[in-house]
């Protein structure tokens, strides 16, 4: 199977952008290939540009390049299997919401607003020809400890970003996931009030 030519565009209900139904979460990296960072730039660019409440910005990224100290500590904090496939990703990001500001007024929307800026280098990145994997398997004080974070800081994802590589190299149980259908809750049930 040529990973490359794999078909994965979602199957909508509706149309959308192009980039939205084309997106995908892979697992397969090329494990070679150093990233492109006037894409990675433009990745981080966008996420800046994200909205956030009162402007206030409440997100951080930790950008660990492979082959690099940072790169190695951030994949020993991942867990299970993400050990096993997102090393070889080109860049692993963390990202980080800020739920207090410097005084200790807490962000209450930080969590949302991290995710909105996350959604944004997702896209960015999967236009300009990357792949993006966000995981919730880490364990966050791991990443703390890693780049001495104050408390307020929280890491929350990490996400893999790089060029897709073969499915092939992955182990069996995970070319599966790779290949399996991509599904989503219908809409009518997404939407629990409408008038």
């Not at 494990?31 to 994200?50: F, V, Y």
């Not at 402007?55 to 660990?64: D, E, G, K």
């Not at 149980?173 to 629990?192: D, G, K, S, Y």
């Amino acid at each position: 199977m040529s990973t490359p030519t794999l078909d994965r565009t979602a199957p909508t209900e509706h149309p959308v952008l192009d980039v939205l139904a084309d997106r995908w979460s892979p697992r397969a990296y090329d494990a070679s290939t150093p990233i492109d960072e006037a894409k990675l730039a433009s990745a981080l660019e966008a996420a800046r540009w994200s909205p956030s409440a009162n402007n206030s910005q409440p997100w951080r990224f930790i950008v660990a390049r492979r082959g690099t100290e940072l790169h190695e500590g951030i994949q020993s904090a991942l867990m299970g299997f993400n050990q096993v496939w997102a090393g070889n990703a080109a860049v692993l990001i963390v990202a980080i919401a800020e739920t207090a500001n410097a005084e200790g007024a807490p962000y209450t929307h930080a969590i949302y607003d991290l995710g909105q800026a996350v959604a944004h280098l997702s896209v960015q990145a999967h236009h300009d020809g990357l792949v993006v994997h966000q995981m919730s398997g880490f364990v966050p004080e791991a990443i703390r400890e890693l780049v001495d974070l104050e408390e307020r800081f929280a890491p929350t994802t990490v996400i893999a970003l790089g060029e897709l590589g073969d499915i092939d190299a992955l182990p069996d149980p995970l070319q599966e996931r790779e290949v399996a259908p991509r599904v989503r809750r219908p809409l009518v049930e997404t939407v629990v009030a409408e008038a």
